[in-house]
């Protein structure tokens, strides 16, 4: 959901989870995109985006699973392969299949949160560049992963929280965010 304030001709995204009811008032933060043309391209990509966390999270499932099938496989327990030097390491000299595994699985897992942090710029605040090693970089295209998500990422220009009001005990959702928001500014469209 998005908000355009025809006077300044501004759209506003809300940022749902940074909205909160504090007390007995409703406060909602949003963030200012920079054109029109950011919007649009925020919208081409949300569905694109979620089914390619949800393939994510899916894949590092099964790689877990899979792992705990094996060592059980073995008739061993997962503390039972544990490197006696390596902290929540399974011992590599003992079990190298199943220590391959498990360095797959975490290599890929940080990728989740390193793409989701750079989906959006805002303002002149650009991360650092994501160096993903070209086998992860394929499993991950695999999944659905598109590079321009973070070298061209959507562009936010600032923000706020505004108070909205008192809250009446309404049922806290999505709408009730994004009609407070448009209550407290100037002729809005939905987009």
Not at 82 to 108: C, F, H
Request: glycine share 6%; aromatic share 10%; net charge negative.
């Amino acid at each position: 959901m998005a908000l355009l304030e025809k006077a300044t001709n501004n759209y506003y995204k809300i940022e749902f989870d940074k909205c909160a009811i504090r007390g007995l008032k409703v406060y909602v933060n949003f963030s200012v995109y920079k054109s029109a043309a950011e919007r649009d391209k925020e919208k081409e990509r949300e569905c694109k985006w979620a089914e390619f966390f949800r393939k994510l999270r899916e894949s590092l499932h099964n790689q877990y699973s899979g792992l705990l099938a094996q060592i059980e496989a073995q008739g061993l327990k997962p503390e039972q392969v544990l490197s006696a030097t390596e902290e929540g390491k399974i011992d590599a000299e003992k079990y190298p299949v199943l220590r391959i595994a498990q360095d797959k699985m975490n290599a890929l897992e940080p990728f989740e949160l390193g793409i989701g942090e750079r989906l959006y710029r805002y303002g002149d605040n650009e991360k650092s560049a994501l160096v993903i090693p070209s086998e992860l970089l394929d499993e991950l295209i695999t999944l659905g992963f598109d590079d321009a998500w973070i070298t061209d990422p959507v562009l936010l220009d600032g923000g706020a929280e505004v108070c909205t009001g008192e809250y009446h005990g309404e049922p806290i959702t999505h709408e009730l965010f994004y009609e407070r928001l448009k209550a407290v500014m100037g002729e809005t469209e939905d987009c």
